[in-house]
Every structure is written in structure tokens, then in C-alpha cells.
């Protein structure tokens, strides 16, 4: 359905605009139209309130009507730059001005971005961090407590960029998830965890897993399983070098296709983790029916555990159900040596947290995996 909208939104500007304009798709929603010729400045105002309202037409499908909003930004060479990169940023910049203020149009003008909100701006810039390669992984150990062995490493993607600095997962990732580009974010670490593994695979590191978090959008899409086996193929990796970690709320949305979905992962080799357990308040019996391999209990539960008598009852509770069910149990979150103490000693015997490390770079982890940790 959405490649429908796609398509009735390129045919609608083709044939409202002169022959000779240029029209791009950028992926995602957004299209690019380069103008030439323009007789003055001021001709572009008539062109883009003309485009806003055959695109704002009501679209039918299926005896149905829908309505589109369209954000629309402009800049002009050689008033707001020379070489098209800029001219593209800057109609960037107006157009999410545009989309924050739903004025509808918005023409560049210098200084604009002082006027963006952070949020914006974070999603203005995180469209080019990946060809900016301003993106990198980091891995943190999950660990054996009885072997004191890593046998898995959690992804984590972070972001620096050249001006802002480090943007915090918590911050840019929620962004990234509410539109398409979450699904370049993934894919990249998805083919980047994998090339890596490849490489630790061929440097004869011991083998661990390699976990990476999920979002709804991914599971969903519907190349999903066929996206992970290329990447396992193109890098020659055995499936159960590669994990997967999905939250309650994901696993509850779209409930037969991610269920599906799971077990045919599962079939081929590629276990699921249920990331922070615990805290999604879903029904236990409905969980059941989940083909999870592993669940992982949010931190929240741990971080309390030492001071309060209760939580350290509702730990043990989630273990014993976790592995009543045959899965696997890993504590996340462990900081102190109390922690990892009493986790131990209710039979929790895989945790991950700053206690064992914190997330690390790839060195790192050529380093560390080759020995033991020893605890205390
Ligand atoms: P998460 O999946 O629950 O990841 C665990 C988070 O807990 C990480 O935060 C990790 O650095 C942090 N952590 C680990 N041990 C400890 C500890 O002992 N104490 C405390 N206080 N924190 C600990 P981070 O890296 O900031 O990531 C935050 C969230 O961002 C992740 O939560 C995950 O939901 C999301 N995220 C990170 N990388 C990716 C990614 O590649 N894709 C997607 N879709 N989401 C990601
Ligand atoms: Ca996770
Ligand atoms: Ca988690």
C-alpha cells in the first residue's frame, strides 16, 4: 500500500511540474525536484504552493479516502549555496522547518537552523550518518558466571557526530524509530555485526554469540528472515553465531506474523532473546507461546536488588519461571558484587552489566575474550 501512495505521489508531481524539472525519490517519502530556469526568485513560491495542493488531493484506494500532508522545502543557487550538496541540505533543513511548524512550505533562509529543534536537527543529521560513517558498535560481554567465559556479546550502536559529539542510544535511536530510517540503522549493524564476527571467526576467537536489539519495523518487514540469511551467508557464519533481542512490546505487536517469523528464525538456527523482561507488564501465559531461547531481566530488577526484600523475591520468581520454561536466564544490569552474589545463588548464572565490563570497542574484545574473568 505504501509503494502505491509512492507511486501516486511521483506521478502527481510529474505531471504538475514543467518537463524539464528533474525528480528524484530519496528513499523513504521524500523526493527531491530540481528546477531550472526559473524566470526570477519569486516563480518558485507559485511552483511549490501549486505541488502542495494536487499533492494534499485526496487519494482513493480501495473505496477508501486518504489524505497525505506534505512538507515542502526550498533553497536556490546560487543565493543559498554553489554545489549541490549544500542546496540539498539546506532544502533539507527548510523542509523539516516545514514538517515542525506544518506550515506546509518553506523557503531557506540563512541561519535557519538555529530555529530547528534538537530533535529535528538529530534527524536531519542522522539520515548521512551512515555514509558519513559516523556510526560504530560497540559489544558488551554476557558472561558464564560458573565457566566465567563470555559466551555472547550484546551490540550496541553508537553515534558521534562531528559537531554534536556523542548522541546517546537512548536519544537517537527512539527518533530513528519513528520512520523508516530505523531500517537503515538496523541493516547496518546487522551487516557490520556479522563482517565482524567473520573477522573473530577467522582470528580463531572462541564462539560467542553476537546479540543485536531489533525494533518492531524490522521483525516486520517482510524480507526479514531472507535480510538475516544473506548477511549470515555473505560472511559465512554459522546461524547460531547471531542473536536476536526483542522487546515484549514488539513481540505483542503484529502478533501471528512475529510469531511466524520467530520460529522459522528459530528453525534455522537464529535464537531469540526477550530483552527486558519483566518490565512490559504483558500476560505470562501469553508469553509462553513465544519460541524465546533466552529471556533477559531488565535491569531495573537488578539494580534495586541489594536494598529491597521484595525485589530480590520477584528475581527469584523470574528465574525459576525462565528456567521452568527450559529457557536460558540472563541477568542484565549487574553492577555490584552483591548483585552478581545473589543472582548466583538463586541459580541466575549468566548476567551482563558493569560489574563483568562495560560496553566495549572490537580491540577490546580481542583482548578480552581470549581469557577468563575472575570473580569474586
Ligand atoms: P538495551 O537493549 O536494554 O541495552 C542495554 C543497555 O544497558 C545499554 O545501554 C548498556 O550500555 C546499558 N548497560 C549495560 N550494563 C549496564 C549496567 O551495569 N548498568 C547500567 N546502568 N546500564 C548498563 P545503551 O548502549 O545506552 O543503549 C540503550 C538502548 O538503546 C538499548 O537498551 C536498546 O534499546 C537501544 N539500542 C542500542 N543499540 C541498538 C541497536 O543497534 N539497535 C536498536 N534497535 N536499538 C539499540
Ligand atoms: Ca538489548
Ligand atoms: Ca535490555
Redesign the pocket.
Known amino acids: 500500500m505504501g509503494d502505491k501512495f509512492i507511486q501516486m505521489m511521483a506521478r502527481r508531481l510529474k505531471e504538475n511540474l514543467h518537463s524539464d524539472a528533474v525528480i528524484s525519490r530519496q528513499g523513504g517519502d521524500e523526493f527531491v525536484v530540481l528546477l531550472k530556469n526559473l524566470p526570477h526568485i519569486h516563480a518558485i513560491e507559485g511552483i511549490t504552493v501549486q505541488v502542495n495542493r494536487v499533492m494534499a488531493k485526496p487519494i482513493k484506494i480501495l473505496n477508501r479516502e486518504y489524505r497525505l500532508s506534505v512538507s515542502i522545502g526550498t533553497s536556490i543557487f546560487p543565493d543559498h549555496g554553489h554545489e549541490a550538496d549544500v542546496l540539498m541540505m539546506r532544502a533539507d533543513q527548510a523542509m523539516y522547518l516545514a514538517k515542525e511548524t506544518k506550515s506546509g512550505i518553506q523557503q531557506y533562509q540563512n541561519g535557519m537552523s538555529k530555529s530547528l529543534s534538537r530533535k529535528m536537527l538529530l534527524e536531519q543529521y542522522l539520515h548521512r550518518a551512515i555514509e558519513n560513517q559516523e556510526l560504530y558498535l560497540e559489544y558488551q560481554p554476557i558472561i558464564d558466571v560458573q565457566t566465567q567465559q563470555i559466551i555472547g556479546l550484546?551490540a550496541l550502536l553508537r553515534w558521534k557526530h562531528p559537531m554534536l559529539g556523542h548522541i546517546s542510544p537512548g536519544e537517537f535511536i527512539q527518533i530513528a524509530e519513528e520512520s523508516e530510517l530505523i531500517l537503515n540503522l538496523s541493516d547496518w549493524v546487522l551487516f557490520t555485526v556479522c563482517r565482524q564476527r567473520q573477522c573473530w571467526m577467522e582470528q580463531g576467537l572462541p564462539p560467542f554469540y553476537i546479540?543485536i536489539?531489533v525494533p518492531a519495523r524490522q521483525i516486520h518487514q517482510d524480507h526479514f528472515i531472507e535480510t538475516i540469511k544473506r548477511a549470515l551467508n555473505q560472511y559465512s557464519l554459522p546461524a547460531d553465531f547471531l542473536k536476536i533481542?526483542i522487546t515484549e512490546r514488539t513481540a505483542m505487536t503484529n502478533v501471528e506474523k512475529t510469531l511466524s517469523t520467530m520460529r522459522e528464525l528459530q528453525e534455522y538456527g537464529v535464537d531469540i532473546i526477550l530483552?527486558?523482561f519483566g518490565i512490559g507488564y504483558s500476560s505470562i501465559s501469553y508469553l509462553v507461546q513465544y519460541p524465546f531461547n533466552t529471556i533477559?531481566i531488565d535491569k531495573s530488577f537488578i539494580q534495586n536488588l541489594t536494598h529491597n526484600a521484595n525485589q530480590k523475591s520477584v528475581c527469584r520468581s523470574l528465574v525459576a519461571m525462565g528456567k521452568n520454561l527450559g529457557m536460558n536466564v540472563v541477568a542484565e544490569g549487574v553492577e555490584e558484587r552483591e548483585q552478581y552474589h545473589y543472582l548466583s545463588s538463586i541459580g541466575c548464572d549468566k548476567m551482563q552489566g558493569y560489574y563483568f565490563s562495560k560496553p566495549i570497542s572490537n580491540d577490546l574484545v580481542e583482548h578480552f575474550s581470549r581469557q577468563s574473568f575472575v570473580l569474586q
Open positions: 550484546e546479540s536489539n533481542e530483552d527486558d533477559k
